[in-house]
């Protein structure tokens, strides 16, 4: 079973549209979540951290279910910029002062491509 | 903005050569990051470092890797006998506390002929 997955896509949806990305991950001690953005041949870049809670940051929301370990992107009056592939990110660090491996794993990203 | 600079941009090597691929990460964080993209592929992991030492590692992290701190500021990958399937865009990344993000340098892409 893989680590971190997500539908690949490519999710071709016009300017304006509202596009929801899925992701979930299999190792339940994770303990924190990312959504990073990579466009093609770049480095991934940081979009946002995904809290317990729930965050939106503009036109972008991020939800987590610990209990279904499952986290989601919502991205309202999508832009032609948001073309991009949409990478989740799980740190399955252990707890701070446990002697436990640091690592963040990556989803297989989403593919968004927004058209006038 | 603070950001992690990596260098080469590209490196073109004969099968079987050593590489040593050059990162400075942002200067106060202490969680150190390699990563690996095959062209089509996903990110994938290869080593973290900190504490001056390796703190996980994947299974494409064998023998041939090796990672080094030298001066405090560097953060090197040393690939010692390229092979072709070593063709890739490698990534270094910092992070300034185990459970935050990490952020990536541009990247160095390594091409195996």
């Known amino acids: 079973r893989k680590e971190v997955e997500q539908d690949p896509g490519p999710f071709n949806v016009p300017e304006g549209a509202t596009v929801a990305f899925n992701c979930t991950y299999s190792?339940?001690?994770?303990?924190?979540f990312f959504w990073y953005r990579q466009d093609c041949r770049k480095e991934p870049k940081l979009l946002m951290s995904?809290?317990?809670s729930g965050n939106e940051d503009g036109r972008f929301t991020a939800q987590l279910n610990r209990a279904s370990q499952y986290i989601s992107l919502l991205i309202r009056d999508s832009k032609l910029s948001d073309s991009a592939t949409y990478l989740c990110?799980?740190?399955?660090?252990?707890?701070?002062?446990?002697?436990?491996?640091?690592?963040?794993?990556f989803g297989g990203g989403t593919r968004l491509m927004v058209k006038p | 903005e603070p950001e992690v600079t990596q260098t080469p941009s590209h490196q073109v090597t004969q099968m079987g050569q050593e590489v040593i691929l050059r990162c400075v990460p942002i200067?106060?964080?202490?969680?150190f990051y390699w990563y690996r993209q095959i062209l089509g592929q996903k990110v994938e992991f290869l080593v973290s470092?900190?504490?001056?030492?390796?703190?996980?590692k994947s299974e494409i992290f064998d023998d041939q890797f090796s990672v080094e701190r030298p001066d405090g500021s560097n953060f090197t990958l040393k690939i010692r006998s390229t092979k072709l399937e070593d063709s890739a865009m490698y990534f270094c990344?910092?992070?300034?506390?185990?459970?935050?993000?990490?952020?990536f340098g541009q990247g160095t892409r390594l091409t195996v002929v």
């Open positions: 200067s106060n964080h202490l969680y």
């Open positions: 190792n339940s001690a994770s303990q924190s």
């Open positions: 990110v799980v740190n399955t660090g252990g707890p701070a002062g446990e002697d436990a491996g640091n690592m963040l794993t």
């Open positions: 470092f900190y504490n001056n030492e390796i703190s996980e």
């Open positions: 990344a910092s992070g300034g506390d185990r459970q935050t993000e990490a952020f």
């Open positions: 995904v809290y317990s």
